[in-house]
């Protein structure tokens, strides 16, 4: 067994064991919170996975402003790959949110800055993602990609301060939350899950991503030996 392989079972191994925490620790670990009750649970996996999403749109970012500036194709995959999981986690928040609300406020959705700002960034990179496949401008897509993905970050910081910013709207999301410390203490093991799971597929994804490379690179040396 190669050392890649040895860091990859030591890798899946570590994320099931934090998998396997979060499961007991929120649903038994946990007190059920008194307003709520059981439905404030999907707390535990909703505002991780919003952090993990958060993580991932600012590495589209990063990469796409690297990538303009250095043309290095590695800024670029970067960027594809913190997109495709960005879209990832913003999806678990899209559902586990109206899952939690439903029990708790009677509604699935209510069109409140918070939740609204985040199907709004959701969408916009699920169209990021989008113009990278189906873009037929040959040569250009990595850089009109980095763009629209340095212009959709402009969403991100809105999604985290829409419940100041936009106070004077009902919302469903509070302001601030009293946890008690076993709370505390599961949302934390919460976070370190979410961030473990994003960081193995973020480094599985950049495998797949080198081993495309490799791959166009030899057919495009193929080709060019014809």
Avoid at 155 to 174: C, G, T
Avoid at 212 to 226: D, I, N
Wanted: hydrophobic share 55%; charged share 10%.
């Amino acid at each position: 067994m190669s050392a890649t392989q040895r860091l990859w079972l030591a890798a899946c191994g570590g994320v099931t064991v934090l998998l396997l925490a979060l499961v007991y620790a929120a649903l038994v670990y946990a007190p059920t919170e008194a307003q709520m009750g059981p439905a404030q649970r999907l707390f535990y996996f909703h505002v991780p996975s919003a952090a993990s999403a958060g993580l991932g749109f600012v590495l589209v970012f990063v990469g796409s402003v690297q990538y303009l500036r250095t043309r290095n194709p590695l800024w670029d995959r970067l960027a594809l790959a913190g997109a495709e999981l960005g879209v990832l986690f913003a999806l678990i928040v899209l559902i586990t949110g109206p899952l939690w609300a439903r029990p708790v406020w009677g509604v699935f959705w209510k069109w409140e800055p918070r939740l609204t700002s985040m199907l709004v960034l959701f969408s916009m990179y699920v169209a990021y993602l989008m113009l990278r496949r189906y873009s037929a401008v040959a040569g250009r897509t990595p850089r009109l990609a980095a763009v629209v993905g340095i212009v959709a970050f402009a969403n991100v910081p809105l999604v985290y301060y829409s419940v100041r910013l936009w106070a004077e709207y009902q919302q469903l999301h509070p302001r601030q939350v009293t946890l008690a410390p076993e709370m505390r203490l599961t949302l934390a093991v919460g976070m370190v899950t979410m961030l473990g799971v994003f960081g193995l597929l973020l480094w599985l994804r950049w495998q797949v991503a080198r081993t495309a490379a490799r791959v166009q690179a030899l057919q495009e040396a193929r080709h060019a030996s014809r």
